[in-house]
């Protein structure tokens, strides 16, 4: 098993910045593994937004946050980030992080552990 908790969401004005965190727990220590970050916004699916290799050496980005989103993890920690800037209203959603176990990086059923989600509300 392994768990996955986020934070550092919240209420933010457009062009602001926030940083999600996600500690990773369980049987996940000591083993390599891709950390993801999705969101869903209401009455939209969920979509890939990030993900890094455990070393920190591959690192993907959706179109849409290319520039203003950055990805990191501290290993020593077990924590995962995503640094969001400029952020805009329709960034708004409910973010999560996920446990990569095989398959391509930006698909949902690559994944399979997921976090509670932390949301994330940007105003205009």
């Known amino acids: 098993q392994v768990q996955l908790v986020e934070s550092g969401g919240g209420l933010v004005q457009a062009g602001g910045s926030l940083r999600l965190s996600c500690v990773a727990s369980?049987?996940?220590?000591?083993?390599?593994?891709?950390m993801g970050w999705f969101r869903q916004a209401p009455g939209k699916e969920r979509e890939f937004v990030a993900v890094i290799s455990w070393n920190g050496i591959m690192i993907r980005l959706a179109d849409s946050v290319k520039g203003r989103f950055t990805i990191s993890r501290d290993n020593a920690k077990n924590t995962g980030y995503l640094q969001m800037n400029s952020l805009k209203p329709e960034d708004t959603a409910i973010y999560y992080c996920?446990?990569?176990?095989?398959?391509?990086?930006?698909?949902?059923?690559?994944?399979?552990?997921w976090g509670q989600g932390t949301q994330v509300t940007v105003s205009s």
């Open positions: 369980g049987r996940t220590l000591n083993s390599n593994y891709g």
């Open positions: 996920a446990h990569h176990s095989q398959g391509a990086y930006a698909a949902r059923g690559s994944y399979d552990y």
